[in-house]
């Protein structure tokens, strides 16, 4: 689970480009493998470059994994959130 200082830290670098809602959650939640997982704690939508690496500054500063998500078709489960974290929707890329 994000911290609420993690969070906001999440929402300063992407502010409306972040989601914790939980119809989103739930779509980042599944994919086409026989993976069971939860959920992850949020889901990003970065549309530069720049947005991706201050992610991951964010992910190191604040020790949040992050997954990345193309189109949600994994196979092997490798797009979910095993252990919580943030998916990072490439889609605006």
Known sequence: MLSPD????LRTLLGDRVSVAA???AEHGQSESLVLAGLPDA???????EQVAAL???STSHRVP?????AGTSLEGHALALAGG?????RDM
């Open 6 to 9: 993690a969070l906001s830290a």
């Open 23 to 25: 119809p989103v959650l």
């Open 43 to 49: 889901v990003v939508y970065p549309r530069a470059t």
């Open 56 to 58: 991951a500054r964010w």
């Open 66 to 70: 992050l997954i990345g998500w193309g």
């Open 86 to 90: 943030v998916v990072v929707d490439f």
